[in-house]
């Protein structure tokens, strides 16, 4: 009887590791998700941006809602993050790829985890169902 309560215990700690781990990979899911919207974002407005004629008025968002009026010319370049604060000068078709490359990469990263997660969520249905 020791043993087989031993074992329930072992299932039940290994049962709340899986439930955070899996709660930890739907955050990172929904955070890739969320900068992969971003991402799809930012190109359309870059696509924009290079449609503008000179002198066009836009609203550029400050923070919290709050916008400034500003005139745009025409764009040729587009300064692009690549980490750790260091911008890069590319022209829209580099910054368009850039960009889609980084898509790719938060895609597969969300591919990884979905897997990892379906993995997670299995062994925790293995735990209870051998519990009952």
């Known amino acids: 009887m020791q043993g087989l309560a031993q074992s329930r215990e072992r299932l039940a700690e290994e049962y709340s590791v899986l439930a955070q781990v899996a709660e930890e990979l739907q955050r990172e899911i929904q955070l890739a998700q969320t900068l ?5 974002s930012a190109i359309l407005a870059l696509k924009n941006i290079s449609s503008l004629e000179d002198g066009k008025e836009i609203l550029v968002p400050v923070s919290a809602g709050v916008y400034v009026r500003a005139s745009i010319k025409r764009q040729e370049k587009f300064l692009v993050a690549i980490g750790s604060n260091i911008l ?3 022209s829209l078709d580099e910054a368009v790829e850039f960009l889609n490359k980084r898509k790719e990469e938060l895609s597969q990263l969300v591919e990884r985890r979905m897997n990892d997660l379906n993995k997670v969520v299995a062994r925790i249905r293995e735990i209870e169902s051998s519990i009952r």
Request: charged share 50%.
């Open 36 to 40: 992969i919207a971003e991402v799809d």
């Open 88 to 90: 890069v000068e590319k």
